[in-house]
């Protein structure tokens, strides 16, 4: 059991209650300062002074006073006017995510809402009732305000929800697991959807998937460095500490562990003998590698580096109190803040996006050197069995490579830049965090395939080798798991459904464990 208190919940443990299913319940450290907070609310509500979204009008009607006697109903009407939301409905994982998220946002006792909310929400995340969040509407300003109003809509009971797949309208699909709606009261409608908890629930999903393909790449990396016969001396790890970034040197480590599990390499990644060996240089001759090869500590390091910031400001993020404005019930303090905007997740989503790209058109240049004959150091042209000509062998594959290669680089432009003023110039400037952590997770099934492609290609250039002169320990673990769902290819087929295969067992936590390290 996952508990939340607002300050510890991890990337890890989001995936695991997002995509797994892990079960999650309210700290009970975390509940007497909520408690305190709420008290606070109540208090503050029932005296004159005015508290922007407790007894006044939201947004550019703040300056508008809201009657005692309808102070509840306001937080109903904040929902309603929120639900606008279009688009394709955000996944299973993601809306878990999103829940998440929102429940620890509110565990850290800062917001003023009842516990029996924060329990409730955390009861339907558990039993699986999944409110249908649509995915367009937020521009990351005041929070996710549109996406959240959807997802809150659930506690209240109306709007849709899927229970099994099951679509039933919320209030049946709460009364299906044994749940019930609640009435909101003051401040609580606006605790709920102010927030940054969809762009972040999100932004966590991807930055995980973002750490398991950098891991792919360095094993695809290596076994290149093997079937093309190259040069494991740009991995010393004497220049990579000349250059002195961390990131660069734990991948050319990581790969040189790769490449040791093939006895041929385990005797060249001798340090004492790299750059000390004469290279005989005859016409023709290469005493280097491309770039695709030579650079790969530099480009797949350097996305190290960047994976390793965005997961310090998800983590941070997922622990925040995105809110406004904040209770503070030991100082009896209320703060009027910004703490809603979305900022830093944008940035980071669009940071970590920018390493994605670059490694799809890393894996994209790869493939290239394994099918191209004028390139691959002898390897059949196009990987093609049998006659050429008569036979493509991965033309066809490699079309969809660049064509994949190419959409991801259309997703490149920064989403954190593109404000636009709203809300009656109210939200005169705005951080556009969700469609930034949006257009991430769009780009993470295009890289996912890229490497499936690369893998394949892999595969069939050990056959075409000779499986027993290039499959190292970790370079025939990869091409096992390949040949599990797709066979040598020995005459031009369909490849359509090998590539799917491929791709699922990449993406799969057993594949993770058999094949890579650490």
């Not at 639900?83 to 878990?96: D, I, K």
């Not at 367009?136 to 809150?152: C, F, K, T």
């Not at 799809?360 to 691959?376: F, H, P």
Request: charged content about 20%; some cysteine.
């Amino acid at each position: 059991m996952i508990s939340l208190n607002g300050h510890n919940l991890s990337i890890t443990e989001t995936w695991q209650i997002a995509t797994q299913n892990a079960p999650c319940e309210l700290a009970a450290e975390a509940r007497p300062l909520i408690q305190r907070s709420r008290q606070l609310v109540e208090q503050l509500a029932a005296q004159p002074r005015a508290i922007y979204g407790i007894n006044t009008g939201f947004g550019p009607l703040s300056g508008f006073r809201v009657s005692d006697a309808d102070l509840a109903q306001h937080q109903i009407n904040l929902l309603h006017h929120l639900t606008v939301g279009q688009g394709v409905l955000f996944s299973p994982a993601e809306t878990r995510a999103i829940m998440l998220t929102r429940a620890n946002a509110l565990a850290r006792g800062y917001s003023g809402i009842r516990e029996e909310l924060i329990d409730l929400l955390i009861a339907a995340l558990n039993r699986g009732v999944l409110p249908e969040i649509p995915s367009e509407g937020s521009v990351g300003a005041s929070g996710d305000l549109v996406p959240l109003a959807h997802m809150a809509g659930l506690l209240v009971g109306f709007g849709y929800a899927r229970v099994n797949g099951e679509r039933l309208p919320a209030t049946e699909a709460l009364k299906r697991v044994g749940l019930k709606p609640v009435t909101l009261q003051c401040k609580e409608g606006l605790a709920l959807v102010n927030g940054t908890s969809v762009m972040t629930g999100i932004a966590a999903l991807a930055t995980h998937e973002a750490d398991r393909i950098l891991r792919w790449m360095e094993l695809l990396t290596a076994c290149l460095f093997q079937v093309l016969g190259g040069e494991p001396e740009v991995l010393c790890q004497q220049a990579q500490r000349a250059r002195g970034f961390r990131g660069q040197a734990l991948v050319a480590q990581r790969i040189s562990e790769s490449l040791r599990t093939h006895p041929d390499y385990a005797k060249r990644i001798d340090e004492h003998q790299w750059g000390t060996q004469a290279k005989a240089v005859d016409a023709g001759t290469e005493i280097q590698d491309p770039y695709s090869l030579r650079c790969t500590p530099q480009i797949l390091g350097a996305y190290q580096e960047a994976l390793w910031h965005v997961e310090q400001v998800v983590t941070r993020e997922l622990n925040a109190s995105t809110d406004n404005p904040l209770i503070f019930p030991d100082a009896e303090m209320v703060i009027h803040c910004g703490n809603f905007y979305g900022q830093q997740i944008a940035m980071v989503s669009d940071y970590l996006r920018m390493g994605l790209i670059k490694l799809a058109l890393l894996a994209d240049r790869q493939i290239e050197r394994l099918v191209n004959w004028r390139y691959s150091r002898g390897l059949p042209p196009l990987l093609a069995s049998g006659a050429p000509g008569l036979n493509t062998g991965f033309g066809g594959a490699q079309l969809l490579a660049t064509s994949l290669a190419a959409e991801a680089r259309l997703l490149g432009t920064p989403a954190s830049i593109q404000t636009i003023p709203t809300n009656a110039n109210n939200q005169d400037v705005v951080s556009m965090g969700c469609i930034a952590a949006k257009m991430t997770r769009t780009t993470l099934p295009l890289v996912w395939k890229l490497l499936a492609i690369e893998a394949l290609t892999l595969a069939q250039a050990a056959d075409a080798r000779g499986r027993d002169k290039v499959l190292g320990g970790d370079y025939r673990k990869l091409y096992e798991l390949v040949r599990s769902v797709s066979a040598e290819m020995k005459g031009d087929r369909p490849l359509t459904e090998d590539i799917q295969r491929v791709t699922e067992l990449l993406q799969s936590e057993a594949a993770q464990q058999e094949c890579l390290r650490g």
